[in-house]
Structures are given as C-alpha cells and as structure tokens.
C-alpha cells in the first residue's frame, strides 16, 4: 500500500497538472488581443465651438447666425456580433445653440450602420446611411478607419473616414504624444474643398446662391486626430471646419458653416476609460500567469514531498529489516 505522503503528493501533483493546462490554455480560448469589447458601452465624440458661424439652411437669404455649434458623433455596439465582428450604428448631429426652433437649430442629423473588424477598426460591409425621414437609406464603402484603428497603427498608409463626404482620405503621421497617461500617435488629415452633390443627392447639399444661380455645397476640413497606441481607439479629434456654398467652378462663395470644433478633456478621459477596457486581454495573460506560476509552484512541492516520502519509507523499511535480523 503506498504511504500517505506519496498519496497526497499525487494528488497536489494533478492538481498542479491541471492549473498548469489552465494557465496554458487560458490565452488561447479567450481573445487577448485588442479587439474592442462587446460590453465597452457607447462611445461618444463632442467636438464644440463657443464662436461658430453657421446659416440658417431654412432662410431664403441665407442668414448667417454667430452661435455655438456642437458636432457630435455617438456610436452603439448592436447585434449581430460575433467573435470577430460587431455592427456599428453611429448617429451624428450637427447642432446649433440659438433660438430658432429644433428643426431649425439642427444643421444636419444621419444615422450610418455598418459592421466592423473588432481587432482592425475597418468596416467589413457596406454601410448604409438613413439622413432623410421617411426616405431610403444609401449604400457605401467606408473604406477607411473611423472609430478605431489597429493597435499600435501604423504611421503610412492610413486614411480615416469623414462623415460629411461620406469617404475616406489619407492620414499623415505628426507625432507620438499622450493622453490621459496612454501613449497615442497622432495624425493630421486635410481635405481641400469637396463638392458635397458629387459625391451622393442631399436635401442641403445644393441651394440657390444670391444671384439666383446654381449652388452646391463644398465641405473643406483640417483634422488632427489622436489614437490610443494599446487599442487603437481614437481619443481625440480637432476639427477646423469651413463649409460653403459656391458654383460649379468654386466660385461666388456663401458661408454655411465655420469654425473651429473641440473636445472637451471630460470626453477624452472618457474615451480613455473606454480605451482602458479594450487593452488587449492584459487580464486574462495577468490570471493564466498566475495559473501557471500557483500549478508550477504546487508541482515542486509534490515533487519535494515524493522525494522526502520515499528517503522515509526507505528508512523505515531499513529500520524494520534491521530489528528482523537481530531477532
């Protein structure tokens, strides 16, 4: 029969055999990597100007108002989902702080559903984008990133979405700074003057210039756009605005929208947060280490115990074959 010692050692070995195999096996059955989390909760962009211009789209003269304008961008995580992917519904409003009435104080209001690659940030279909009441939504390629990148992006080749285009441009690479205590790289994107009309039909997106003669809107951005290095969601965007209607040669110019749009530190530590919940699995690599150090520690114990147990059962079989020899 074997001595209890070498019983309780195999049983703590197997044990140590099986925290060993969960501290292996625990990375690889869940995600570790950047993939942005089902449960990280809507994410919101509010960009702001206390000085903005803006036109009174409703105003036959085209009345430019000085008020402050808020962009805001809020993005949900939706079903379908899956290990990969996740559908995106982003509802973005142009609003303005004036006395007019709601429909007149909301310059512009679109809702655009995609699903997105989890871990890349690009789009994996074609979103579609309902901007009219009671009207069909439109079908397009967002082709670039928009509300995250891949971790630790990469400072070529990039082009990030915009929303009023409804495509993508490329991105330059500025410079590495932080944010909140998180390393991000920050990129500029500009995009000179774009006819709006040519690009999709919009209620907006034509109008009657002060001469009577054929309008169209240009939409024209300077953009820096700060991106957490660990998640690759974006943390913070400045945008300077300047939206215009002009004739088909870019001529005639008529102010639609001016101005300098910023985000609030609030919103960028919020972002953060959320950043912080998408860091690349650090808690599941953190508990399989600490799976695989207690299996590794107990397996050296049981060793040390069947090593110790077998000198003394050695012993005391030494011992009792030594009393039967002197009787």
Known sequence: ML???????S????????????????PRALHTDSRIALD??????????DTAQSRLLSSPEGRVLDAPVTKQ?????????????????AGS?????SRQADQDRLITADITSYRMNRLTGLASSPATVADQM????RSFDIGGQWLKFEPNPANHGLEFYDSTLRRSFPLEFVENSEIAGREV????????PQNVAQSYPGIFNTARLQDDSAGYLYHEVDRRISVDVESGLVLNIE?????FYADAKREKPELVLVGEFRMSEENQQALAAAAEHTRGGQGIRIAGWVLLGCGEALALLALIGVFIGGRRARREQAGREEVGTGA
């Open 93 to 97: 409003t142009l609003m303005r702080e």
């Open 239 to 243: 945008e300077n605005i300047n939206d």
């Open 73 to 89: 961008v809020h993005f949900e995580f939706v079903d379908p989902a899956d290990a990969d992917t996740v559908t995106v519904k």
């Open 11 to 26: 049983l703590v070995l197997g044990l140590a055999a099986a925290l060993i195999a969960a501290g292996l096996f625990l």
């Open 40 to 49: 990280t909760g809507p994410v919101t962009w509010t960009l702001r100007d």
């Open 185 to 192: 790289k920050v990129y500029h994107q500009y995009i000179e």
């Open 3 to 9: 001595p209890k010692s070498r019983i309780a050692a």
């Open 134 to 137: 009671a009207s069909p939504t």
